[in-house]
């Protein structure tokens, strides 16, 4: 009778055992679908916090080219002014001194050549 009973609680315990087993892969599988969802939730949080990053910085890129494009056009106006202002003062000086030199050769002396 005692072997019997030992056959019993074996048999009774790999019921059981095989039930625990049924459930808990259940439970995992429902929690690597659940850890799937969150891991998908989260990729799709992190791709649209790096839409929302990229468009930040392009506008903000496009902020500063236009402000340098700005900068660099206010530069080569001065530079052109400038520019101009040395050539219209350099021929005003060549002017003066060719004049200066030919008072010079009419008074006898002779200038440095420029």
Avoid: H
């Avoid at 790999?14 to 969150?38: H, P």
């Avoid at 791709?47 to 340098?68: G, H, P, R, S």
Wanted: charged letters at 30%; hydrophobic letters at 35%; one cysteine or more.
């Amino acid at each position: 009778m005692t072997l019997e009973l030992e056959k019993i609680i074996s048999f009774v315990s790999l019921i059981v055992s095989i039930i625990a087993m049924y459930f808990v892969a259940k439970k995992s599988n429902s929690e690597v679908d659940n850890n799937d969802a969150d891991t998908l939730s989260t990729l799709f949080d992190t791709l649209d916090k790096q839409d929302k990053f990229y468009k930040n910085a392009k506008k903000e890129q496009e902020c500063q080219y236009a402000e340098l494009k700005k900068e660099f056009e206010n530069y080569k106006i001065a530079m052109n002014t400038q520019m101009a202002y040395l050539q219209s003062e350099s021929a005003r000086l060549r002017n003066w001194a060719e004049r200066l030199s030919r008072q010079l050769k009419d008074n006898g002396i002779q200038p440095e050549p420029f």
